[in-house]
């Protein structure tokens, strides 16, 4: 098994973070997330990555600190884990995971959580594979999210999903509206400018919300603070090629019923 690496404020400059590694267009939204990252390793945030030119990663961090709309008091919030191409079935999420389970234990916590997709959702993690390793569903909204846990103390207190989510719906209900942030490196390029091309095309409304704050990503509507796209209020999904031309229809046809 290849080595790991942890990113830190030190070589964060120097070293790559797995997705959009070769992307130029996505050139600018890369950095936003690496300084993104720089800024949270300040609040205890941890991307353990393979020491290759590679998809296979973790980022977890206090959930008290995640920009996610969760209540979790002293659990450990899983964001993106990833593990792809060849690596995939070598062992490489379960060693992760078991990083960042002994990362958890090692600092007291009452156990991790991670926001999933009832069914498979885009940009989020594999919700029968974290079942398998122990987790459970501790709560389920009609808009197709789950959160589940892994608690280390019986006693402690569920995490919850904040209000804000429960609906399924945003304030805004008129054309497409898309909350995101630089959690990812690719989000920022594709709301700004695949999306507005795509949406001028349909003649339709749009609104871009960029979640700038911890604060604003926790009261946002959607769990998916990465990228989520609601049509006339209602959340509709976090796939990201939906903001592309070629994509569009194909996305929401499967989505509009």
């Not at 009452?110 to 029968?128: A, E, N, P, R």
């Not at 569009?248 to 046809?253: F, G, N, R, S, T």
């Amino acid at each position: 098994m290849k080595p790991f690496i942890d990113l830190d404020p030190h070589n964060i400059s120097n070293e790559h973070i797995c997705c959009a590694i070769s992307d130029k267009k996505c050139a600018d939204s890369y950095q936003a997330k690496k300084d993104w990252l720089a800024k949270e390793f300040n609040n205890g945030y941890v991307f353990k990555r393979i020491d290759e030119r590679a998809k296979v990663f973790i980022e977890y961090g206090p959930a008290e600190k995640a920009w996610v709309p969760i209540s979790a008091p002293n659990y450990l919030n899983i964001n993106c884990f990833w593990v792809s191409g060849k690596y995939k079935k070598n062992g490489y999420g379960k060693e992760l995971l078991k990083t960042a389970i002994e990362n958890a234990k090692g600092q007291g916590k009452d156990g991790l959580v991670t926001i999933v997709g009832t069914k498979k959702f885009h940009f989020m993690s594999d919700t029968k594979w974290f079942l398998k390793q122990g987790f459970e569903e501790v709560e389920r909204i009609s808009s197709g999210f789950s959160l589940l846990a892994m608690k280390f103390n019986d006693t402690a207190q569920n995490p919850q999903f904040n209000n804000t989510v429960i609906s399924g719906e945003c304030p805004d209900k008129n054309g497409i509206v898309v909350y995101y942030s630089n959690r990812c490196p690719f989000a920022e390029f594709h709301a700004k400018e695949s999306l507005v091309e795509t949406a001028k095309k349909r003649k339709l409304p749009l609104k871009v919300i960029k979640l700038k704050t911890m604060e604003e990503a926790q009261n946002c509507p959607s769990p998916a603070t990465i990228f989520s796209l609601f049509l006339n209020g209602r959340f509709m999904t976090t796939d990201i090629s939906a903001c592309m031309d070629s994509r569009y229809d194909k996305v929401m046809a499967k989505l509009i019923k």
